[in-house]
């Protein structure tokens, strides 16, 4: 009998994803879907004509909800071939999105400096489950930071608290990172402002103290890549 615990180990694997994509078809979005998420986005990506990367796609309606909402050029990329064909089927009629598959660790098929944005819900976390997760998660993190322009932002949402996720932010590249709350639940009323972003400091002590201890919350990092910091970590 499969347990939780090596189910969540697979969230790494093409093959897991490949099975389960074969088996279940509906959309499905982890987390949050864009209406809920709609007001940081136009915040942070202010410019629909300029393109957009959405990593670990699924076959979440969350992209075409960008298109919907304005946005007109939005890559998405899966690990999964079997979610990817559907997805590039399903989509055949509308231009503005765009499915390719393709390993987040490995996006040599975009150049540096392709997105002023990168959105991500789940996909560091699922690498997190699996064998290897500290060099994977780096090497995801590095091609995330590389194909985007200065001052492009990394969107992550997930369940990772910061005392993990700023480590690993600070050990990959340089960032210039904020921190937003969202409710898990939709259905009970917000005790957070989205687009306010919460104090942060360094370790991530400081959000304990803001938000209480354990909050029913997933967080969401804003990440801006700044090559005045790498320059100035490189020359130190």
């Known amino acids: 009998m499969e347990t939780e615990t090596t189910t969540t180990q697979s969230y790494s694997e093409q093959w897991y994803w490949d099975e389960r994509y074969t088996n279940e078809s509906d959309p499905f979005d982890w987390y949050q ?87 991500d819900k789940g996909t560091l976390d699922s690498i997190l489950c699996g064998s290897n997760s500290r060099q994977h998660s780096t090497q995801m993190l590095e091609e995330v930071w590389r194909v985007l322009k200065d001052k492009g932002v990394y969107i992550l949402i997930t369940y990772g608290a910061p005392d993990y996720r700023l480590r690993l932010f600070k050990d990959s590249c340089s960032w210039t990172t ?49 090559e005045s910091l790498k320059r100035e970590a490189d020359s130190a």
């Open 33 to 119: 879907n864009y209406a809920s998420l709609a007001p940081l986005i136009n915040l942070y990506v202010p410019h629909r004509p300029h393109p957009v990367l959405v990593i670990g796609c699924g076959n979440s309606a969350f992209s075409e909800g960008m298109v919907d909402d304005g946005y007109e050029d939005v890559v998405s990329i899966d690990i999964s071939s079997v979610v990817i064909d559907a997805m590039v089927k399903k989509y055949s009629d509308r231009p503005q999105l765009k499915y390719l598959k393709m390993d987040v660790r490995d996006m040599k098929a975009f150049g540096d400096a392709s997105f002023d944005a990168v959105i």
């Open 178 to 226: 904020k921190l937003h709350v969202i409710d898990k639940s939709s259905l009970e009323t917000s005790k957070w402002e989205l687009t306010k972003p919460i104090p942060l400091d360094t370790e991530g002590s400081s959000v304990e103290s803001a938000i209480g201890k354990s909050p029913d919350v997933h967080y969401i990092y804003v990440c801006i890549k700044d």
